[in-house]
């Protein structure tokens, strides 16, 4: 898949964002958004940090990607500018 360098950081800075110390943009969120964004959050977090195969990152993405899509308007919006960069970044990938 090529250089996928900066999908991953797009993909850690979105992780990032929501899953700091504090956990304060997490907190805010709705506990429906919560319920269904989080598990996919944790799952994108680990293919972004350990150097996993590329298409395991490309997964995890799309499916935050499509959970997020369905809620975008309730999301903050940084939040919604990393999500956007992270799609971005991940379609620079396929060919």
Request: glycine share 4%; hydrophobic share 40%; net charge negative.
């Amino acid at each position: 898949m090529g250089d996928d360098r900066r999908f991953r950081e797009a993909a850690q800075a979105v992780v990032d964002l929501v899953f700091t110390d504090d956990m304060e943009l997490f907190d805010s969120l709705p506990d429906e958004i919560q319920e269904n964004l989080g598990p996919a959050l944790s799952a994108l977090g680990d293919p972004a940090t350990d150097g996993s195969d590329t298409r395991r990152l490309v997964l995890a993405a799309t499916i935050v990607e499509q959970i997020a899509a369905k809620r975008r308007n309730a999301l903050p919006d940084v939040l919604n500018q990393r999500l956007d960069a992270m799609e971005s970044e991940r379609r620079s990938l396929q060919p």
